[in-house]
T-cell receptor, first 113, second 113 residues
Framework: GQSLEQPSEVTAVEGAIVQINCTYQ??????LSWYQQHDGGAPTFLSY????GLEETGRFSSFLSRSDSYGYLLLQELQMKDSASYFC??????????????FGTGTQLKVEL | NAGVTQTPKFRVLKTGQSMTLLCAQD?????MYWYRQDPGMGLRLIHY???????AKGEVPDGYNVSRLKKQNFLLGLESAAPSQTSVYFC????????????FGDGTRLSIL
């Protein structure tokens, strides 16, 4: 099985940088994804790490350390519209197909003026 | 381009009633998924499908059935609704090879009284 831990809530000010951590325990690990979900909305894909290191997409970056079973999402130049919930998700062993994901419980980010 | 469309958006049922949630995608994706999202628990996989005519159980399949008779549609059925099935249900789809981001519908809010 899989279990993931991430902080339940993070608060930061507009223009700042914030890091959302995710640690996982898994019986089969193939990668770590990050999804964003605004209140009342659908989750949307942000980033994926299949290998150790940093992936950068605009203001968002994601990092993975497989040896530490740890990853993080880094948001730079925070904007009010970044206020949302952020979920890490482990991609399971794809044997048998499915690209199945196990999601963490989410981190609610509040961006303040 | 609609992406993933879920029908209905809202529904209230009485305990013991049955209903079917419909998910349709127009991206020619091989894989489709049904999740439920409860407060503080993130997204949990109910059932998924790796292609037309195939279905498989996820993390929380009890009380639900699914069918994928056409590639673009994935149906989720509740045979005898229970209050514990009150939740927001999300459908998602993805391509089939390697890591592929999942694309989510806007959700169905289901209340069972």
């Amino acid at each position: 099985g899989q279990s993931l831990e991430q902080p339940s809530e993070v608060t930061a000010v507009e223009g700042a940088i914030v890091q959302i951590n995710c640690t996982y325990q898994t019986s089969g690990f193939y990668g770590l994804s990050w999804y964003q979900q605004h209140d009342g909305g659908a989750p949307t894909f942000l980033s994926y790490n299949g290998l150790d290191g940093l992936e950068e997409t605009g203001r968002f970056s994601s990092f993975l350390s497989r040896s530490d079973s740890y990853g993080y999402l880094l948001l730079q130049e925070l904007q009010m519209k970044d206020s949302a919930s952020y979920f890490c998700a482990v991609r399971e062993n794809p044997t048998g197909g499915g690209n199945k994901l196990t999601f963490g419980t989410g981190t609610q980010l509040k961006v303040e003026l | 381009n609609a992406g993933v469309t879920q029908t209905p958006k809202f529904r209230v049922l009485k305990t013991g009633q049955s209903m079917t949630l419909l998910c349709a995608q127009d991206m020619n994706h091989e894989y489709m998924y049904w999740y439920r999202q409860d407060p503080g628990m993130g997204l949990r996989l109910i059932h998924y499908s790796v292609g037309e005519g195939t279905t498989a159980k996820g993390e929380v399949p009890d009380g639900y059935n699914v069918s994928r008779l056409k590639k673009q549609n994935f149906l989720l059925g509740l045979e005898s609704a229970a209050p514990s099935q009150t939740s927001v249900y999300f459908c998602a789809s993805s391509r089939g090879q390697g890591h592929q981001p999942q694309h989510f519908g806007d959700g169905t809010r289901l209340s069972i009284l």
